[in-house]
C-alpha cells in the first residue's frame, strides 16, 4: 500500500437512512461529505449529541450533496464546534439548507425550552432544585441554537452543476444532478498526488426519473470507489400512471362527489413542492376540479419561493407547467399562509379545499390542526404521500386507526385514508441499476451506504449478481483505504 493512501470512514449513513456523514482523510487533507442528522429510533437523540469522530476544527472543508435535514442536520452543531472552512453546495441546496438549518435550530431551542419547563416541574414536585439538573442535562441544553445556525449558514459557498473546482490542491469536485430535490447532488471528488490519483463518486440521495420538478439524475462514467444509496434498493415503486390515477381518485372523491377538504401532510422541503406542481399538471390535463389549495407550512413556503428563484434548475415540464400557470388565470388556486391566523382561517373552510401542510409523519406542526378538524368528518379525505415511521401518528392512521388523540382529546376518524406509496422522491431498484448502469466500466469498488440493514443487503446482493461488481454493505464506523493508482484519474 501507498504509505500516503488516503482513508474513508463511514460515520453515519451507513447501514442506516439518517445521520450521513463520510469523513475522508489523507496526508495534511480531512474533509467530510454530508453531516446529517440521525432521526427516528430511540437513539437518534444520542447519536446526535455524541462527540464527532474528527476535530471540527481540523476540517478543511464540507461538501453537501443536498439540504435535507439526515444530510445537513447537524452543521450548526459542526459550526459551533469549531469548523470555520467553506461548506460546499450546488446554488439552490445554500439556500433550501438555510431556511431548513434556521427550522431546525427553532426546533431545537423549542424542545429544550419545554424540557426545561418539564424539568422545573418535575423538581417542583420533588421540592428540589438540584432535581432538575439529575433529571436530564442533555433534555436541557439544545443541540444547538439559532446563533449556531446562521454560523453555519454563513460558511455555505456556492457551485454549479457540472462546473469542477479544487477547494485544496490536489482535490477537485464536481456536482451533478441527482434528481432528488432541488440543488440535490452527486459528488466526484479526485484525489491527486504525484501521479497517482483516486476517484471516489457520492451518489448522494438519487430520484426516480421522471420525478417531478427536478430534472433526472445525471450517470457518472468512472470511478475508483463508489457509495451509492439503497433507500428502496429491495423494491420497486408502483408506475407514475397509476399514482397518478390514485391521487386523482383520492381527491375528487372527497371534493366532488362528497363535498368535503382533502388534507395532505406532507414533507415541507420536496414533496410539498412536487405535490403542488402534480395538482397543476393534473388540472390542466382536465382531471381536477376547480379548487383551493392551502400550503401551510411557513418552512413549505420558503422552499416554495426557493424553488421557484432557480427557475433554471427545473425540468422542463415544471417550466412549461409555470408558463400555463401564469397565464390561464384560473384553478387551482394556491394560497400560502404565513400567519396563525391565515392557518387558523382554513379550519373554517368545509368544502372544496385541499391542505398541504407539515410535518409529513403528523406527529408535529399544523397538520395536526387539519387533521383534527377533518379526521371526524366522513366527506374528507386525508392522502398520505411519504413513509411513516413506527410510532407516528401518521402510521396509525395508515394501519387504520379509528381514534387517535390530537391535543389530549379523542378524535373519531371518519374520513378515508388513502396511502399513495409512488410519489417517492427516492431512486427504486430498478432506477438505481439504471443509474449504475451508466458506469462506463465497473468502479473498483462500491459500497453500499443510506438503507436500512435489509434493504442494503439485498441491493448488494443485486448489484454482485446483476452487474457482477465487487460490492459491499458499509458498516458504520468502518474506515476504507483508497489507493492511489498511478496516472491522473
Ligand atoms: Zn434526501
Known sequence: MHPSAPTLTFLGGAGEVTGSCYLVEAPGLRFIVDCGMFQGGREAAEKNRRAFA??????????????????????????????????????????????MLRDSAFIQEKEAEWSQ???????????????????????????????????????????????????????RVLFRDAGHILGSASIEVTLTDAGCGHRIVFSGDLGQPGHPIVRDAVTVPQA?????????GDRLHRPMDATLDELVEALTGALVARKGNVVVPAFAVGRTQDLLMLLIRLTREGRLPPMDVYVDSPLATSATRITLQHHSE?????????????????WPRIHFSETVEDSMFINSIRDGAVVISASGMCDAGRIKHHLKYNLPRPECSVIITGFQAQGTLGRRLVDGARLI???????????????????????????LLGWLGGFTQPPGHAWVVHGEASAAARFTQVVRDQLGWAADVAESGQAIVLPMQPGSP
Open 224 to 232: 475508483d470507489t463508489l457509495l451509492v444509496e439503497s433507500t428502496y
Open 54 to 99: 474528527f476535530d471540527p476544527g481540523g476540517l478543511d472543508f464540507v461538501l453537501l450533496t443536498h439540504a435535507h435535514i439526515d444530510h445537513s442536520g447537524l452543521l450548526p452543531r459542526l459550526a459551533a464546534e469549531g469548523f470555520g472552512g467553506p461548506i460546499h453546495a450546488t446554488a439552490p441546496t445554500v439556500d433550501l439548507a438555510a431556511v
Open 117 to 171: 419547563r418539564t424539568a422545573q416541574a418535575a423538581a417542583g414536585r420533588h421540592g428540589g432544585k438540584h432535581q432538575a439538573r439529575r433529571h436530564d442535562d442533555n433534555a436541557i441544553d439544545p443541540l444547538y441554537r439559532m446563533a449556531d445556525a446562521e454560523r453555519a449558514i454563513g460558511l455555505f459557498t456556492r457551485h454549479r452543476y457540472g462546473e469542477a473546482f479544487e477547494p485544496r490542491p490536489g482535490v
Open 314 to 330: 427545473l425540468d422542463e415540464e415544471a417550466k412549461e407547467l409555470g408558463r400555463w400557470l401564469s397565464t390561464s388565470k384560473g
Open 405 to 431: 388523540r390530537l391535543f389530549g382529546e379523542e378524535v373519531p376518524v371518519r374520513a378515508r385514508i388513502f396511502t399513495i406509496g409512488g410519489l417517492s422522491a427516492h431512486a427504486d431498484q430498478g432506477a
